[in-house]
Nanobody, 122 residues
């Protein structure tokens, strides 16, 4: 089984920056896609950015040009650099990894972190 631990959330003024980090641990054989999702109060969880094991990235339109996702395959980590933050970026951010563990090598299962709060004040 895999475990994801996030860090780096906090409170920042509009226009500021934050960097989120996520580390996957456990009996991991390999990880396919990794990504960040967010959920604002009263809203559904939405995809923010993803990165494949080969480095292909995908972003929701609202963060393009402001957020950058990066990944270290050797360390099973994924980061999200968030610049030019806006109040509408306020949400709980969740790390996600589609991981193949020693017990489930043939199937990549989704794992989630516990979430980290990002608050952007105007």
């Amino acid at each position: 089984q895999a475990r994801l631990v996030e860090s780096g959330g906090g409170v920042v003024q509009a226009g500021g920056s934050l960097r989120l980090s996520c580390a996957a641990s456990g009996r991991i054989f390999s990880i396919d896609a990794m990504g960040w999702y967010r959920q604002a109060p009263g809203k559904q969880r939405e995809l923010v950015a993803t990165v494949t094991s080969g480095g292909t990235t995908n972003y929701v339109d609202s963060v393009k040009g402001r957020f950058t996702i990066s990944r270290n395959n050797a360390k099973n980590t994924v980061d999200l650099q968030m610049n030019s933050l806006k109040p509408e970026d306020t949400a709980v951010y969740y790390c996600n990894a589609d991981a193949r563990t020693i017990a489930t090598i043939r199937v990549a299962l989704p794992y989630w972190g516990q979430g980290t709060q990002v608050t952007v004040s105007s």
